[in-house]
């Protein structure tokens, strides 16, 4: 009698312990989410100046119009949520700019509130919304408008429903056209996975008119904004010649050596040699899942992630804005135990420290190039090399190996 009463005491104290951490991991979260707050008043980037000119373009000659005179490489939803921007400050009589950085903080805010709800885990969603913080608060790119989209397109995945997964892709692609590397993976991963019962989720009951119902608002979608429009942004959107736009990757690296720094090099060379290395690197580890015979979501995640950094540590024209994908995948890759959450603090931390060390954490340029005598942006640069070279092996190593998780 004793033991179990023992037993019966014990339970009830952990389960109190296990409240406490609960409780204390909201708190962490409501910390992460005021602290992001503070920056609602931080001016950002020169890019801001960017967004500020497109909703004055907008502002004269209406959303599709301000979108074919602002010639830009953002998809066309991009301008459908600055246009909704435009539409509640004049609604409320609120400054433009504080309202778009208002708008961010409500998308940071939702997406990492997803993550708590999916994972059960208030520490992940504190850490994901920390990592994200300076994307979105402190130097204000519109990154954060497709994160939810991307993160709830993978989750309906996740519960089976391939119908809404495609509705949510296109949205967040349509946002900005990053996600777009990640479209053959998961093109791949349908493709094995529904092929042979593809009826029952496109085109039985209701979901048939689901189906039509999407295809027709992507027409219009395309004709309202002018199909000519929507691929000649997508095209400028891959025509970026640089062979880093201040990300540091191989290109900064290559920017560094004598070769580069002297000019004696074309950099459109390098830059479209660097393309290709991309290229190859990508088809090769979508071959690989190809052949891979796991067909769960997790092992799709691992390999998106892998083609994003390839993407990001390779190719030229890569701006460092765009670490924002891997640390939005890696987390869904720790929710499905796919990724390590060491990998994933690394993956969100470089993200930081990339947009800091050049913006600051307001904007306002951080030159920390030289901290006695020693380049620190090239030691950061290595780093992340090095990580993407160690986490490409590792985890096609153990996807070959057939292992599940990393934990």
């Known amino acids: 009698m004793k033991y179990q009463a023992y037993l019966k005491y014990k339970t009830r104290f952990v389960s109190k312990l296990k409240n406490v951490d609960f409780f204390s991991g909201g708190l962490v979260f409501c910390l992460s989410a005021i ?34 005179i602002s010639q830009s490489d953002y998809p066309p939803l991009s301008f459908a949520l600055l246009g909704g ?48 913080l300076f994307n979105a608060m402190g130097l204000a790119y519109l990154d ?142 979508l071959y690989r899942f190809f052949r891979d015979e796991k067909k769960n979501l997790a092992q799709c995640i691992s390999y998106c992630l892998l083609a994003y950094l390839s ?10 804005n765009h670490m924002f994908i891997p640390v939005l995948l890696s987390c869904i890759g720790v929710i499905l135990s796919r990724v390590s959450h060491t990998d994933f603090f690394f993956i969100g931390l470089f993200n930081v420290v990339n947009l800091v060390s050049i913006y600051g954490i307001d904007g306002r340029s951080w030159n920390i190039q030289l901290v006695e005598h020693v380049d620190t942006y090239i030691l950061f640069a290595f780093l992340g090399v090095v990580f993407y070279i160690f986490f490409l092996i590792k985890t096609l190593v153990n996807n070959n190996a057939g292992l599940d998780t990393y934990e």
């Open 144 to 285: 954060m408008y497709y994160a939810l989209p991307l993160l709830l397109s993978v989750w309906a995945l996740h519960k089976n429903k391939p119908l809404l997964f495609v509705f949510l892709f296109t949205i967040s692609v349509f946002i900005k056209w990053q996600p777009v590397v990640l479209g053959p993976f998961f093109a791949l991963y349908l493709w094995r996975n529904y092929k042979d019962d593809w009826k029952r989720y496109i085109w039985h009951k209701h979901a048939k008119y689901v189906s039509a119902f999407f295809l027709f608002s992507l027409f219009v979608l395309l004709w309202y904004f002018g199909f000519s429009q929507v691929l000649e942004s997508f095209r400028r959107a891959g025509d970026h010649y640089y062979i880093s736009a201040n990300a540091l990757n191989l290109g900064w690296l290559l920017e560094a050596t004598p070769l580069v720094a002297k000019e004696l090099v074309d950099i459109r060379i390098i830059a479209a040699l660097q393309k290709l290395l991309f290229g190859f690197m990508f088809m090769y580890l």
């Open 85 to 132: 921007v435009k539409w509640f400050s004049a609604l409320f009589g609120a400054d433009i700019f504080v309202t778009l950085k208002g708008s961010l903080f409500l998308f940071l805010l939702l997406t990492s509130l997803t993550v708590v709800l999916w994972s059960r885990n208030w520490m992940l969603g504190a850490a994901l919304h920390t990592m994200l």
């Open 311 to 320: 993407y990001f540590m390779l190719s030229s024209g890569v701006h460092e």
């Open 35 to 68: 602290l992001s707050y503070t920056f609602l008043h931080s001016p950002g980037t020169s890019d801001v100046s960017i967004w500020m000119r497109w909703i004055s373009a907008m502002q004269e000659y209406g959303v599709t119009g301000g979108y074919a």
